[in-house]
């Protein structure tokens, strides 16, 4: 894909998924097996959407780091984050789908701020090593 915005929308909606896998690992919750912990029954789409989403959305992301918008491409799992959060209240009301929801704002508020820091923190860098 060579338009931008294609890009930016794939990894949204790349995001969600995974997110909302997330949110639905916290309402079926996780039981273990011989192999580790999966899904129980009934719980295919969400991993499905788990890997996939995961490896949509990081291709997707890493695709956007050479164009003009890869200062933003920490908004892309952000607004997948941001989306999920309603998503995991709308699957439940209990203490730990409002933990889930909590952990999810804190991680899509804290990407873009971790990015812009450390660029930040970069430009200020490449500044004082400049000569005068």
Do not use: E
């Given at each position: ?19 909302w ?29 788990l ?9 997707s ?28 209240l709308?699957m ?7 933990v ?7 991680i ?5 701020l ?15 090593d400049?000569?005068?």
């Amino acid at each position: 894909m060579t338009n931008t915005a294609w890009r930016v929308a794939l990894g949204v909606v790349a995001s969600s998924a995974f997110f909302w896998a997330v949110a639905g690992a916290v309402d079926l919750g996780l039981k273990r097996n011989h192999r580790g912990y999966a899904f129980p029954d009934g719980g295919g789409w969400f991993t499905f959407a788990l890997f996939a989403g995961f490896i949509v959305a990081y291709f997707s992301v890493a695709s956007l780091a050479d164009t003009a918008v890869g200062r933003h491409a920490a908004l892309v799992p952000a607004a997948g984050a941001c989306f999920d959060v309603v998503s995991c209240l709308l699957m439940g009301q209990q203490m730990r789908h409002w933990v889930a929801a909590a952990v999810m704002t804190l991680i899509g508020s804290a990407l873009p701020l971790i990015v812009h820091l450390r660029n930040r923190t970069r430009r200020v860098r490449l500044g004082a090593d400049a000569p005068a």
